[in-house]
């Protein structure tokens, strides 16, 4: 079965610069989150998306952006980017409207900033 | 949202049943209990969700207490490849719809033992 893709699966940035990571959601699925793993931490929600629209919002900073097109895939912008940045960042997806909906992870971008 | 409390660690001999608990007092009529696992580094991997029956899929069963308050996830046959961290969450319903994201707490970390 498909899953969630997610690209590049690493990418190596220096402080300042901006990085974009892609998430394209299981087929049919109308929702996509971003969560941030930073060393040794928990999974940290940071924005999901309901039809193109932003559906809820975490802890996520006010130099990072995303947005979900029309083919329903996802992209999250991080822009002056820090130390404190470099982490795991995963993508998932769910079909919002059914009983329970289960949330699928893809395998995540691993970001390190330099 | 409802709060799960785990045990920080368990050790489970290979061959033999894992049985993680989980606690959910606060949980609410309409809310699902789900499980998920992440080996290291790898994407949180979706293993079962109930809401108020037992459940079993080919990779765990799900054992809910009548009074949701608590459940058990087991894993019938550990194997090594069954070592990570295991996370309970309880999803709560969304305004709009559908269920809200995922939150991750403190898992369990399971070590299977050869």
């Known amino acids: 079965a498909a899953g969630v893709i997610q690209s590049p699966r690493h990418l190596i940035k220096e402080k300042r610069e901006t990085a974009t990571l892609k998430c394209y959601p299981i087929?049919?699925?109308?929702?996509v989150y971003w969560y941030q793993q930073g060393p040794g931490q928990d999974p940290q929600f940071l924005i999901s998306?309901?039809?193109?629209?932003?559906?809820d919002k975490g802890s996520i900073p006010d130099r990072f952006s995303a947005q979900q097109f029309s083919d329903y895939h996802s992209e999250l912008n991080m822009s002056s980017l820090e130390l404190g940045d470099s982490a795991l960042y995963f993508c998932a997806s769910s079909l919002l409207r059914i009983s329970g909906n289960t949330i699928y992870f893809g395998e995540g971008s691993w970001l390190t900033v330099v | 949202d409802a709060k799960t409390t785990q045990p920080p660690s368990m050790d489970c001999a290979e061959g033999r049943a894992a049985n993680l608990p989980c606690n959910h007092s606060?949980?609410?009529?309409?809310?699902?209990v789900y499980w998920y696992r992440q080996i290291h580094s790898q994407g949180p991997q979706y293993i079962i969700h109930g809401l108020k029956n037992n459940e079993t899929n080919e990779m765990a069963s799900l054992i809910i207490t009548e009074d949701r308050k608590s459940s058990t996830l087991i894993l019938p046959h550990a194997t090594l490849r069954d070592t990570a961290v295991y996370y309970c969450i309880v999803r709560v319903p969304s305004v709009s719809g559908g269920y809200q994201k995922v939150t991750f707490g403190i898992g369990t970390k399971l070590q299977v033992i050869p």
């Open positions: 087929p049919r699925h109308d929702t």
């Open positions: 998306f309901y039809e193109k629209m932003q559906s």
């Open positions: 606060t949980i609410s009529g309409n809310e699902y």
